[in-house]
């Protein structure tokens, strides 16, 4: 059983920075893409940012700039550093990886909450 942890949310001011990590574990062979999505209140979740098993990244327009995504692949981990973060950075962040287990699947972590208000 694979399971992904999050870790990282929490209230931060606005122009204040956050780092997210999200941790898989159990039977994994590989991890291919790595992903975070956020859903603010009322919207659709969204695109944050994602970084490929070569290390390729991508950034929603929203963010480019001021967030930065990485992964250590030993630990299994991927990291979102959140910089200049303003109120409508206000969102519940998910990872989400695409992992070679007995098949290959998408895996979500549980969501973690980020408020960014004075």
């Known amino acids: 059983q694979v399971q992904l942890v999050e870790s990282g949310g929490g209230l931060v001011q606005p122009g204040g920075s956050l780092r997210l990590s999200c941790a898989a574990s159990?039977?994994?062979?590989?991890?291919?893409?790595m992903d975070w999505y956020r859903q603010a209140p009322g919207k659709q979740r969204e695109l944050v940012a994602t970084?490929?098993?070569?290390?390729?990244?991508n950034y929603g327009d929203s963010v480019k700039g001021r967030f930065s995504i990485s992964r250590d692949n030993a630990k299994n981990t991927v990291y979102l550093q959140m910089n200049s973060l303003t109120p409508e950075d206000t969102a519940v962040y998910y990872c989400?990886?695409?992992?070679?287990?007995?098949?290959?699947?998408?895996?979500w972590g549980q969501g973690t909450q980020v408020t960014v208000s004075s």
């Open positions: 989400k990886m695409k992992i070679y287990s007995r098949v290959r699947a998408d895996y």
């Open positions: 159990g039977r994994i062979f590989s991890i291919d893409s």
């Open positions: 970084i490929t098993s070569g290390g390729s990244t």
